[in-house]
């Protein structure tokens, strides 16, 4: 696409970055320094101050926050050294990026790749403006890991598609404009018989009930559709294509999960400092439980050993132009030692690492505790632990199914 | 795999070709079958010098290529595939602390020799069956080297000792004062007891205090290169028995009870890849070596104590039979382990490093 090429040619890279640096001086509201996107997020609703909106607004105008989608759809056209200078100013100036959410990490890259021009034009812009939210219509309760199983119905009725069923884990259902869903348009072939469609949540028939979860949140939701009027130019790709786009976006899920950069940026405080403000010391400034002590360096050797592996994958698909096999383990380590720190957390912290709410705990003891018990739902979601274990034996390792 | 360089990647093609090729395992058998302490082939390790590998961490003007630690693991790598039993670990470890501390009459005597296999060094540390560095006896005075060191690598076939003394590190040449007592390990490599009495010792005096700990760092990093080689063939040994034995009329690779384990090896070779070639890179980069290589070698340790366990226990009966390899790598991963920081060892180091 000549718009993603030509901004690199015109301008070179110390004057793309005095252009960000004045950007930012100009339209970064100061109050907002060292805030997070809430956007982005699943686990809450928007109410923007009108600082954050102005920021949204701001970025969103240059396509800044999705900067290297094409410009005709409203993205930034930039290249990717441009992008990684947008993310370096942004983090100098203690700003975030405040398009976000998953039209950015999964459906805008996915319709990118398989969408109508009238599509695009349509659903992307609003993508990059931060104007839309998004939200996943794809496990049913009988459709986990299985999730081909799918029997979320969508009849041709002529123009539109009446659409029946129940889908479920909907994240942030209830603050979704939009959804992204596979549904079944035949019942007579498991995989081809499945579509990928996209439903306005404020059509007659759609119901979304929160969850609320151990963590005490409701981040997911129940969605049902009774007799939904899809109109039929929201169907994505061919009918019977829905698996081969939904598996793609899949992919898009997986690595944003799994992503050793905003892990490593989550876990950055070493266990072991934590562990002598609630531990007690010896005279050389040793944690004397020599026991606890030997978990958390060992706990702290993997957990490095992963940031080395994350690093290694991204050098490797680099250099080889495409994805690298060792990426394949990327969700399962990652997530799994996610959790293996939340559970050390604990137990460095005892009783006072159990809180669940008042003034007796800090806000960090507190969001330990609801991320921990959270934290469970990430080996089951975007593909379980034990699925991700059948992928990379079978299509990595080459292992059979069985006959 | 780290992203090579076009040199890195002619030497590590070459030292595979030369493995599969002119060393395969059926060469440690020869090497087990002759009973010799020394436990190398000669030959093997004079062409292995011939196509530079000695030299790899060697500078130019002392008849090496300088390409570097990354370069030498790749090497090493290949050899513990393999299983090649040779001293070119040693004599890394060993040229690397002429290089470091080693004044430049040190350096022209001994580096070049080393370099061409001429001659062979090791490094002799340890006091007691665990790595200890922390507690050495060894002494000198006027230049006369007194004190036994335990289960030194490779000493069999070593013209030189690079010997750790509570001052520092000396130089000390085989001959008189220096004997051997053989400590035949499960391995069935080179392992002596070595008692130096009033042996003639040269200081290695520069490269400062923190000398010993840099050598050992490498000793370590090249170790783990090892360990991943060994990990390596253990784990593409075992996947591809699983997809050519058949029980239940099934292959055993179609079970997923199996693949599941499968995966978790694979995931934790990836681990141990990533650590143990951070820690190689450290070295070249001269940043933050004491951490990468207790990382590479905690790493290479957890992952092929576990590789070595599961490896025997897939290929069922026959992983147990001294007619299979598997055996073989179980055998040579404890003693790797136990040298130059067990996993206790090193996690010990690193809450140090750490600071808690």
């Given at each position: 696409m000549a718009t993603q090429i030509e901004p690199a040619t015109q301008t070179d890279e110390d004057a793309f970055r005095a252009e960000v640096q004045q950007f930012l001086a100009d339209n970064?509201?100061?109050?907002?320094?060292?805030q997070s996107n809430?956007?982005?997020?699943?686990d809450g609703p928007t109410n923007e101050t009108p600082a954050q909106t102005k920021w949204r607004e701001a970025v969103g105008a240059r396509g800044w926050g999705t900067p290297t989608w094409p410009k005709e759809y409203?993205?930034?056209?930039?290249t990717k050294a441009q992008a990684k200078i947008i993310d370096q100013e942004f983090a100098k100036a203690g700003a975030y990026n405040p398009i976000g959410g998953m039209g950015v990490m999964m459906f805008g890259p996915t319709l990118l790749e398989y969408g109508n021009e009238a599509q695009k034009q349509e659903h992307i812009p609003p993508i990059c403006r931060g104007e839309i939210r998004w939200c996943q219509g794809y496990s049913e309760p009988n459709a986990g890991?299985?999730?081909?199983?799918?029997?979320?119905f969508a009849e041709d009725k002529g123009d539109h598609y009446l659409v029946n069923g129940q889908k479920t884990w909907t994240s942030g259902g209830q603050w979704a404009d939009k959804c992204f869903a596979i549904v079944r348009?035949?019942?007579?072939?498991?995989?081809?018989?499945i579509s990928f469609m996209l439903i306005d949540m404020?059509?007659?028939?759609v119901e979304v009930r929160p969850i609320t979860m151990i963590s005490g949140t409701s981040p997911f939701c129940e969605t049902f559709f009774t007799d939904v009027k899809v109109p039929k130019?929201?169907?994505?790709?061919?009918?019977?294509?829905g698996w081969t786009i939904g598996k793609r976006l899949l992919q898009h899920e997986r690595t944003n999960i799994s992503g050793g950069g905003s892990l490593a940026r989550l876990m950055g405080q070493s266990l072991g400092d934590i562990a002598k403000k609630y531990q007690p010391t010896g005279a050389d400034g040793e944690l004397a439980d020599a026991v606890l002590r030997d978990k958390i360096a060992d706990f702290e050797i993997r957990w490095n050993s992963f940031l080395l592996t994350a690093r290694r994958a991204m050098e490797e698909s680099k250099a080889a132009g495409g994805v690298s096999?060792?990426?394949?383990?990327l969700k399962k380590l990652g997530t799994k030692l996610s959790q293996e720190r939340s559970e050390l957390l604990i137990e460095i912290r005892?009783?006072?690492?159990?809180?669940?709410?008042?003034?007796?705990?800090?806000d960090g003891e507190l969001e330990a505790v609801r991320a921990w018990l959270f934290g469970k739902a990430t080996t089951i979601y975007g593909g379980s632990t034990e699925i991700q274990n059948n992928i990379i034996a079978k299509r990595v390792l080459g292992m059979l199914d069985h006959q | 795999m780290a992203v090579l360089n076009e040199e890195q990647e002619m030497l590590r093609d070459m030292a595979r070709e030369w493995t599969v090729?002119?060393?395969?395992?059926t060469e440690f058998r020869k090497v087990r079958a002759s009973?010799?302490?020394?436990?190398?082939n000669r030959d093997a390790y004079a062409t292995m010098a011939q196509m530079g590998w000695a030299g790899v961490i060697i500078p130019e003007e002392h008849g090496?290529?300088?390409?570097g630690f990354l370069s030498a693991g790749l090497v090493v790598e290949e050899l513990g595939q393999t299983l090649t039993a040779s001293p070119l670990v040693m004599n890394t470890v060993a040229a690397s602390a002429i290089v470091l501390g080693g004044s430049d009459e040190q350096k022209a005597k001994w580096l070049p020799r080393l370099a061409s296999g001429e001659a062979i060094a090791t490094l002799a540390v340890d006091e007691?069956?665990?790595?200890?560095?922390?507690k050495i006896e060894t002494s000198v005075s006027d230049g006369k080297l007194s004190g036994t060191k335990a289960?030194?690598?490779?000493?069999?076939?070593?013209?030189?000792f690079v010997v750790a003394a509570k001052d520092g590190l000396y130089l000390v040449e085989k001959g008189d004062g220096v004997a051997l007592t053989t400590r035949k390990?499960?391995?069935?490599r080179s392992h002596a007891d070595v008692t130096f009495d009033g042996a003639a010792a040269d200081k290695l005096?520069?490269?400062?205090?923190?000398l010993l700990d840099d050598v050992l760092d490498r000793a370590r990093v090249l170790t783990a290169a090892e360990m991943l080689g060994m990990a390596q063939q253990v784990f593409d040994d075992t996947l591809a028995y699983l997809k050519q034995r058949v029980q239940f009329n099934q292959?055993?690779?179609?079970f997923q009870a199996l693949q599941h384990r499968m995966a978790d090896l694979f995931a934790d070779l990836a681990q141990m890849r990533s650590a143990v070639e951070a820690g190689l890179q450290a070295v070249d980069g001269g940043f933050g070596v004491a951490r990468a290589a207790t990382i590479a070698k905690a790493e290479a340790n957890r992952v092929m104590h576990t590789m070595a366990n599961e490896g025997i226990q897939l290929h069922?009966?026959?992983?147990?039979?001294?007619?299979?390899?598997v055996g073989f790598y179980l055998k040579r991963a404890r003693v790797l382990e136990a040298s130059f920081g067990s996993s206790s060892w090193l996690k010990d180091r690193f809450s140090k490093l750490s600071g808690y």
């Amino acid at each position: 696409m000549a718009t993603q090429i030509e901004p690199a040619t015109q301008t070179d890279e110390d004057a793309f970055r005095a252009e960000v640096q004045q950007f930012l001086a100009d339209n970064f509201p100061a109050e907002l320094k060292g805030q997070s996107n809430a956007l982005a997020g699943v686990d809450g609703p928007t109410n923007e101050t009108p600082a954050q909106t102005k920021w949204r607004e701001a970025v969103g105008a240059r396509g800044w926050g999705t900067p290297t989608w094409p410009k005709e759809y409203g993205g930034g056209g930039l290249t990717k050294a441009q992008a990684k200078i947008i993310d370096q100013e942004f983090a100098k100036a203690g700003a975030y990026n405040p398009i976000g959410g998953m039209g950015v990490m999964m459906f805008g890259p996915t319709l990118l790749e398989y969408g109508n021009e009238a599509q695009k034009q349509e659903h992307i812009p609003p993508i990059c403006r931060g104007e839309i939210r998004w939200c996943q219509g794809y496990s049913e309760p009988n459709a986990g890991s299985d999730l081909a199983n799918l029997q979320t119905f969508a009849e041709d009725k002529g123009d539109h598609y009446l659409v029946n069923g129940q889908k479920t884990w909907t994240s942030g259902g209830q603050w979704a404009d939009k959804c992204f869903a596979i549904v079944r348009t035949d019942k007579s072939d498991k995989h081809k018989g499945i579509s990928f469609m996209l439903i306005d949540m404020d059509t007659p028939g759609v119901e979304v009930r929160p969850i609320t979860m151990i963590s005490g949140t409701s981040p997911f939701c129940e969605t049902f559709f009774t007799d939904v009027k899809v109109p039929k130019e929201n169907l994505v790709g061919e009918e019977g294509q829905g698996w081969t786009i939904g598996k793609r976006l899949l992919q898009h899920e997986r690595t944003n999960i799994s992503g050793g950069g905003s892990l490593a940026r989550l876990m950055g405080q070493s266990l072991g400092d934590i562990a002598k403000k609630y531990q007690p010391t010896g005279a050389d400034g040793e944690l004397a439980d020599a026991v606890l002590r030997d978990k958390i360096a060992d706990f702290e050797i993997r957990w490095n050993s992963f940031l080395l592996t994350a690093r290694r994958a991204m050098e490797e698909s680099k250099a080889a132009g495409g994805v690298s096999e060792i990426s394949s383990v990327l969700k399962k380590l990652g997530t799994k030692l996610s959790q293996e720190r939340s559970e050390l957390l604990i137990e460095i912290r005892g009783l006072q690492g159990l809180g669940w709410e008042g003034d007796g705990f800090s806000d960090g003891e507190l969001e330990a505790v609801r991320a921990w018990l959270f934290g469970k739902a990430t080996t089951i979601y975007g593909g379980s632990t034990e699925i991700q274990n059948n992928i990379i034996a079978k299509r990595v390792l080459g292992m059979l199914d069985h006959q | 795999m780290a992203v090579l360089n076009e040199e890195q990647e002619m030497l590590r093609d070459m030292a595979r070709e030369w493995t599969v090729n002119e060393s395969p395992v059926t060469e440690f058998r020869k090497v087990r079958a002759s009973g010799e302490p020394e436990a190398f082939n000669r030959d093997a390790y004079a062409t292995m010098a011939q196509m530079g590998w000695a030299g790899v961490i060697i500078p130019e003007e002392h008849g090496g290529s300088d390409f570097g630690f990354l370069s030498a693991g790749l090497v090493v790598e290949e050899l513990g595939q393999t299983l090649t039993a040779s001293p070119l670990v040693m004599n890394t470890v060993a040229a690397s602390a002429i290089v470091l501390g080693g004044s430049d009459e040190q350096k022209a005597k001994w580096l070049p020799r080393l370099a061409s296999g001429e001659a062979i060094a090791t490094l002799a540390v340890d006091e007691g069956p665990s790595h200890d560095p922390a507690k050495i006896e060894t002494s000198v005075s006027d230049g006369k080297l007194s004190g036994t060191k335990a289960f030194v690598h490779e000493a069999h076939g070593a013209d030189l000792f690079v010997v750790a003394a509570k001052d520092g590190l000396y130089l000390v040449e085989k001959g008189d004062g220096v004997a051997l007592t053989t400590r035949k390990l499960t391995d069935q490599r080179s392992h002596a007891d070595v008692t130096f009495d009033g042996a003639a010792a040269d200081k290695l005096a520069s490269g400062g205090d923190s000398l010993l700990d840099d050598v050992l760092d490498r000793a370590r990093v090249l170790t783990a290169a090892e360990m991943l080689g060994m990990a390596q063939q253990v784990f593409d040994d075992t996947l591809a028995y699983l997809k050519q034995r058949v029980q239940f009329n099934q292959v055993l690779a179609s079970f997923q009870a199996l693949q599941h384990r499968m995966a978790d090896l694979f995931a934790d070779l990836a681990q141990m890849r990533s650590a143990v070639e951070a820690g190689l890179q450290a070295v070249d980069g001269g940043f933050g070596v004491a951490r990468a290589a207790t990382i590479a070698k905690a790493e290479a340790n957890r992952v092929m104590h576990t590789m070595a366990n599961e490896g025997i226990q897939l290929h069922g009966g026959i992983g147990m039979t001294d007619e299979y390899d598997v055996g073989f790598y179980l055998k040579r991963a404890r003693v790797l382990e136990a040298s130059f920081g067990s996993s206790s060892w090193l996690k010990d180091r690193f809450s140090k490093l750490s600071g808690y």
